[in-house]
Structure formats: structure tokens, C-alpha cells
């Protein structure tokens, strides 16, 4: 075991969405960070895939082995790289709506309120949309929040296409959004580009330590406080201290990872007196759907279109039924590969040429539903291996979407003849994972407090998509960034 004689004001684990983001903002305030990310730097860029690349290869899933409700395994739709998921998502930043904070019926059940509500982040929104250069239009949505300011940038230009589908929809009588996308010099902007390097160019105080898999989290005596911070290095174990410790994961594997480090004061894993770290997993229910392009499109082109209205129900289903976007182009879209039966199927059967003709003969839409926090659906651990015990729920509200979505492009596009194959994700795709370490002020009904810090150990915090206590249906990253940029205050505060 090599100990590290440095000793740092905060240990971050994981540069995704929450993690990269904090690097940077805390830095920039001065403090001395270790960050220690379990991946490499990736030389593929989120917005340069390699067309159909993606549907033959395995490049975009994680390394490693989990198991479903049945124990059947599988390998997680996951990125472990310096700018974890960020590095593969296609650059949506939403807000979640005004009353997606608040407690709201669904048909299967409550959606819970949140503790802080939306004017208590929009400001960091307002941050978070201007450090990841969102570019984008207010006004279209009748779903919008309110906001402080403008986009910081206009929006990304729709393709011909899309502009057509839109000019349809609109004679339908919905309406139609610009979607908002951060977009910088290189493309989609991420973690990695936006969070983590710039610390390091400026000369800051961070130390970047890749490769470095954190396998347990130690505690002093008392188990109120982390002492020591394990990591597997390139074969070696080493211990680091600081005194911050920022869990940042992704809300799986920071459940994971504190249910690893029991110890005799934590006996069902870290900061799990309320037996809540790892349930609630949500992770959204995706459905895509194909539907004939006007015309051939280059299949590489940014997603640029949502349609909220039946976001909290449609004439006769009082209530909500979630999100509509464009897929962009479908050559460039990770999780596409995993589901639409057309192309999947077809992605193993046939060559690169006659694949990438489909693709550019058609568009997809992303059906997103939010699912309802179940302590049953869950990550959990036997025999160190990681278990997702997911069953999806709100069934009827994501069906309800599907068919009217159906309805609807049956009457804006005549010439499919009806046709529009759909696929719905399988338990691999986790893409909009969140709510394993819920924040909260009772801590018997939550693992976080509202700053993020768990309720049992005073030096722990978890700052990614775990402490969502709903899922909403709009995209999550956004409100990942802006509560980190939000905790980043709090804990600069702590520091000085
Ligand atoms: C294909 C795809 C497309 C998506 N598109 C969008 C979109 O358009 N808009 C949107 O809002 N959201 C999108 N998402 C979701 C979005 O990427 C996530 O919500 C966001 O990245 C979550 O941030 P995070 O900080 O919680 O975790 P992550 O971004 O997953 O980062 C976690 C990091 O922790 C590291 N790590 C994990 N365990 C350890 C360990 N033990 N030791 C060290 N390091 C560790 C990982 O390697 C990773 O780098 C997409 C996701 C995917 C996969």
C-alpha cells in the first residue's frame, strides 16, 4: 500500500457531469483538489463517433460485468473516461419544469416533491447553461420555466429535414422547441473539455490521477468522518487523504462504492443508516421510434427539436406522459445502437454500406417517461458483484406517449403509410440513471442533506445524478452541472 503524503481540501471521485464540473469551480476558488477517475482520457470526442462504428462495436459500454433482477449479466451502456457519460451524451441541456419539483399524481403512483425547489436553481442553471455554452431558444414551450436570462447562445440550426417535420407539427397544432445543446469550439461541449481541463491548463491546483479505480472509502473510529480514500492504481493499492471527500460516480457506482465500504460503524454500507443508498434507482423509461425522412440526411447531425405538450398529459389521460426529442442523426447516437429492432438487428447482419443507407433514410424521436422512486428497484452488491434490480413502473404513461407520439406522425407524415418502428431500451441503457443517495432534511427518509453531505459521515458528500428524489422526463445532465456549480458554493464556504 503507498500512502500519499499530500494532503488535499478536497478528494474528488469521478469527473462526469457532477464531478468535472465541482473540479473546475473549486479550483478556480483556490483550494487544493486530487480528482481520481477510474478511466483514461478518450481520444473520441462525443461529437466525432464513428458513424456506424457505434452499432457494431462495444466500445460505448463499460468494462465491466453487472446482473440483472434474474442474474442474467450484462454490460452497462457507460463511459469510463475522464468526462464519464458526458463524453457520450449527445449535449441536451434541459431544465426540468417548475412542477417536476413539486409532488405531482401520476397514473402509477406519486412523484415526490423535492426538498429545494426550481427558483432555488435557477441561478446555477443560469451558470451551468453559460459554462457549457448552451445554445438555444426560450419561448417555444409552453412547459418552459421561468428564466433570468436569455440562452447564451442562439440556437443550432435545424437541417431541412427537421425544419420540415417542424413546420408540420406546428400545423398540428403542437409545439415544437429548439432543443437546447452545448456547443463549443469542438463540438459538443462535456465534462472533460468544459469541467476538468481547463482547471489543469490554467496551472490551478489540481491533481489528476487516471486509471485510478477508488474501491473503498475509511473511516476513523468514530465512523463520522472518511480518514482515508482507496484506490487501485495500475495494479497498486494506494490510500489519499483529504479533508473533503466528494463521491461522483454516477448514481450507480457511487451506491456501489459506499455499500463496499462498510465497516463496523457502517455495518450496510456508508452513510446507510437510512438503508436507502442504491434504492430509488430511476433511470427514465426510452422508447425510440423511427419514422421515414423526407428527404436522405447525412445521419450525423445534432438532436435540434422537443415537443412537450403532452409532458403532463393529453385531453383524455390526466397525467403526465413525458418528453418528445429529435434523435439527431441516428449514425452518431450511442444509445440507438442498443435498441430500435430495425437497426439493431440489422447492425449485426449487414455491411457498413447498407446500414448507413438506412440510417440516412431515416429520423428518430426519443420518447422519454419519467419512472416513479420504488425502494425495490435498486443497485446492491453479492459477492462483490453489482446487481441492478430494476422494474420499470408507470408503465401506462409511457405506452400513452408512444401511441399518441404514433397518432401524431401518422397524421404529419402521410407517406410512412403508418409506419413507424419503435424499440424500447433494454436494462443496459443507463444513460439517465439517477436517485440511489436521495437528498433530504429527515435523515431516516434520505441519504443527502440539502447540501449533498451524507446525514452520517460529516466529510462525505455525493455530487451527481444520485440525489435526484424524482426523475422528471427532460434530460438530467443540466441539473446535474447545476448542482454542482450550487454544492461548489456551499463547500468554498466551508473551506475559507
Ligand atoms: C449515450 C448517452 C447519452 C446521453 N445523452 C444525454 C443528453 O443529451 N442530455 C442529458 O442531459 N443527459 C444525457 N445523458 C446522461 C448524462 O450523461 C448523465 O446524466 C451525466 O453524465 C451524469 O453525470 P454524473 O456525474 O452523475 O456521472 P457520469 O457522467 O457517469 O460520471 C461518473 C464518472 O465516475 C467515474 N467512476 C465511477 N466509479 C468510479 C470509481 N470507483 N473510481 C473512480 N472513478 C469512478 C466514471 O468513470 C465516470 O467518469 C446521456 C448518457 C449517455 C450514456
Redesign the pocket.
Same mark, same amino acid.
Given at each position: 500500500m503507498i500512502i500519499d503524503d499530500r494532503y488535499y481540501d478536497v478528494i474528488i471521485?469521478?469527473?462526469?457531469?457532477?464531478?468535472g464540473t465541482l473540479t473546475r469551480k473549486l479550483a478556480e476558488a483556490g483550494k487544493k483538489i486530487l480528482v481520481?477517475?477510474?478511466?483514461e482520457f478518450t481520444e473520441k470526442e462525443s461529437s466525432e463517433l464513428v458513424e456506424v462504428e457505434i452499432f457494431k462495436k462495444e466500445d460505448?459500454h463499460a468494462p465491466e460485468t453487472w446482473y440483472d433482477s434474474a442474474g442474467e449479466p450484462f454490460k452497462p451502456?457507460?463511459?469510463?473516461?475522464?468526462?464519464?457519460?458526458?463524453k457520450?451524451?449527445?449535449?441536451?441541456?434541459?431544465r426540468l419544469r417548475e412542477r417536476d419539483f413539486e409532488e405531482v399524481q401520476h397514473q402509477d403512483g406519486i412523484s415526490p416533491e423535492w426538498p429545494l425547489k426550481y427558483q432555488d436553481f435557477e441561478p446555477y442553471y443560469t451558470e451551468a447553461e453559460k459554462l457549457y455554452r448552451a445554445c438555444g431558444k426560450a419561448g417555444d414551450d409552453p412547459t418552459e420555466p421561468p428564466r433570468s436570462e436569455d440562452y447564451p447562445f442562439p440556437p443550432v440550426d435545424r437541417i431541412p429535414q427537421i425544419e420540415e417535420i417542424g413546420d408540420r407539427l406546428s400545423k398540428y397544432e403542437l409545439h415544437p422547441a429548439y432543443l437546447p445543446i452545448g456547443i463549443g469550439d469542438e463540438g459538443r461541449t462535456d +465534462?472533460e473539455d468544459t469541467g476538468v481541463s481547463p482547471a489543469i491548463r490554467a496551472g490551478l491546483d489540481v491533481t489528476l490521477k487516471t486509471s +485510478?479505480?477508488?474501491?473503498a472509502l475509511h473511516t476513523n473510529p468514530s465512523g463520522r468522518e472518511v480518514k482515508a480514500v482507496e484506490?487501485q492504481i495500475k495494479g497498486q493499492s494506494y490510500l489519499f487523504m483529504g479533508h473533503i471527500v466528494v463521491v461522483?460516480?454516477?448514481?450507480i457506482?457511487s451506491a456501489a462504492?459506499l455499500l463496499r465500504s462498510a465497516n463496523e460503524k457502517h455495518p450496510q454500507g456508508l452513510a446507510n443508516s437510512s438503508d436507502l443508498v442504491g434504492r430509488n434507482l430511476m433511470k427514465q423509461l426510452m422508447t425510440v421510434i423511427l419514422q421515414r425522412s423526407p428527404q436522405p440526411n447525412s445521419g450525423l447531425f445534432q438532436r435540434t427539436m422537443y415537443v412537450n405538450d403532452f409532458y403532463w398529459g393529453d385531453k383524455d389521460f390526466p397525467y403526465p406522459m413525458g418528453h418528445v426529442q429529435d434523435s439527431g442523426g441516428i449514425l452518431q447516437d450511442?444509445?440507438f445502437s442498443e435498441s430500435p429492432p430495425i437497426l439493431s438487428v440489422a447492425a449485426k447482419l449487414m455491411p457498413g454500406f447498407s446500414l448507413k443507407q438506412l440510417a440516412k433514410s431515416s429520423l428518430g424521436w426519443w420518447l422519454q417517461t419519467e419512472d416513479l422512486p420504488d425502494p425495490n428497484n435498486r443497485v446492491s452488491l453479492s459477492e462483490n458483484k453489482l446487481h441492478l434490480n430494476y422494474t420499470p413502473n408507470n408503465l401506462e404513461a409511457h405506452d400513452r406517449l408512444l401511441y399518441r407520439w404514433q397518432e401524431v406522425l401518422k397524421a404529419t407524415d402521410k407517406e410512412s403509410l403508418g409506419i413507424h418502428p419503435y424499440g424500447t431500451v433494454p436494462i443496459q441503457v443507463v444513460?439517465?440513471q439517477c436517485g440511489t443517495c436521495r437528498f433530504g432534511e429527515d435523515p431516516k427518509s434520505s441519504v443527502l442533506d440539502l447540501n449533498c453531505r451524507t446525514h452520517d459521515v460529516d466529510n462525505l458528500y455525493i455530487v451527481? $445524478? $444520485?440525489f435526484f428524489p424524482s426523475s422528471a422526463a427532460v $434530460?438530467? +445532465?443540466?441539473t446535474?452541472i447545476a448542482n454542482a456549480l450550487r454544492v461548489a458554493e456551499h463547500l468554498i464556504e466551508q473551506l475559507n
Open positions: 471521485v469521478g469527473t462526469g457531469a457532477g464531478g481520481l477517475e477510474q478511466g460505448y451502456q457507460m463511459s469510463y473516461c475522464v468526462g464519464g457519460n458526458t457520450i451524451y449527445s449535449g441536451v441541456l434541459l +465534462a +485510478a479505480k477508488v474501491v484506490a461522483a460516480c454516477g448514481a457506482n462504492l450511442v444509445i444513460a439517465h451527481d $445524478s $444520485s $434530460s438530467p +445532465a443540466l446535474v
